[in-house]
């Protein structure tokens, strides 16, 4: 036995080729990580990140009505696809609705996921729980309601964006803020503090898409993780790996709701947080937060390769 060849697994692409062991079952999926040589192949991005996630064929036409809300990323794809002509509703083409005048400010799953309940199923809310900013409060009243009832459903395609996984919310009932409470307002025996579980962020990423295909069954959703990190954490730890604790759960809730639903052809999620964190090597601007705009632009254009007719 000592003599014994080691079988090699020699992994060939045009760019490169690798060397692995050959004595492992590697099943019948078995996706090898990019060399630095594969970088510059024209097909990285299909091979190595949309791989397992594009659609069949892009759906994305400019008669169909697109949404996007969630979090600060979603202000990005509405831009973008506003100016090449999308039919897209945002704080300039929609009505006096929280989602269009606030949507980016919709971080948390639980946030978008009551917007759809109040919305669709008239969920009683709280006051005192809805803030544009710390000064003014949303209002909660029918006319808003039915406006956003009436534009949602003529949506075709919402594209979701998430980012935070951190949330303040109402000791008493459990709701959550939009972002978080007015220091003027702040109760400590009334609100808390906590980092939203995989469990909760699964639940509430299913029900969205649930309740979206209930009252709108021709609709299409698209997820996407922000790769903006946090500005700043509430946890009693640096912010840089408390913005990799957050970014974590929410990935992991998208990668089971995706996994749970493969077979669906409507619901799609899109790496813009993968190509952010494995592609470009300095994406930010010097406040180490926002993209520069020339990686924005790269993400459009990638998503718009897929996604636009």
């Known amino acids: 036995m000592k003599n014994e060849v080691l079988p090699i697994l020699r992994y060939k692409t045009k760019s490169d080729s690798q060397l692995f062991g050959g004595h492992w079952f590697r099943g019948k999926n078995c996706n090898f990580i990019p060399s630095k040589k594969h970088f510059n192949d024209k097909d990285f991005f299909d091979n190595y990140i949309l791989k397992g996630l594009k659609p069949e064929q892009a759906f994305i036409t400019k008669e169909k009505n697109i949404i996007a809300f969630g979090s600060c990323f979603a202000a990005t794809v509405s831009n973008y696809l506003a100016k090449k002509n999308y039919s897209i509703f945002n704080k300039r083409v929609g009505p006096d609705t929280h989602i269009i005048r606030y949507g980016e400010g919709m971080a948390n799953t639980f946030t978008v996921l009551e917007q759809l309940l109040w919305a669709f199923e008239n969920k ?137 639903n493969i077979d669906k052809k409507d619901l799609y999620y899109f790496p813009s947080y993968e190509i952010t964190k494995e592609y470009f090597t300095d994406p930010f601007k010097d406040d180490n937060r926002h993209l520069k705009d020339e990686y924005t632009l790269k993400i459009m254009k990638i998503f718009e390769e897929n996604y636009c007719c």
């Open 124 to 260: 009683n809310i709280e006051k005192n729980t809805w803030y544009y900013s710390p000064k003014e409060e949303a209002r909660n009243d029918l006319r808003i309601r039915n406006q956003t009832l009436e534009l949602l459903k003529k949506i075709n395609i919402f594209i979701i964006t998430v980012g935070l996984s951190e949330v303040w919310y109402n000791k008493e009932n459990n709701q959550v803020f939009w972002k978080a409470i007015p220091a003027n307002k702040f109760n400590e025996k009334k609100h808390g503090f906590k980092l939203s579980t995989v469990e909760e962020n699964t639940y509430n990423l299913h029900q969205i898409y649930s309740i979206i295909k209930k009252y709108i069954p021709n609709a299409s959703v698209i997820y996407t993780l922000s790769p903006i990190p946090l500005m700043a954490t509430f946890r009693p730890q640096s912010c840089i790996t408390a913005n990799s604790v957050s970014k974590s759960i929410l990935r992991v809730a998208l990668d089971n709701v995706m996994s749970k």
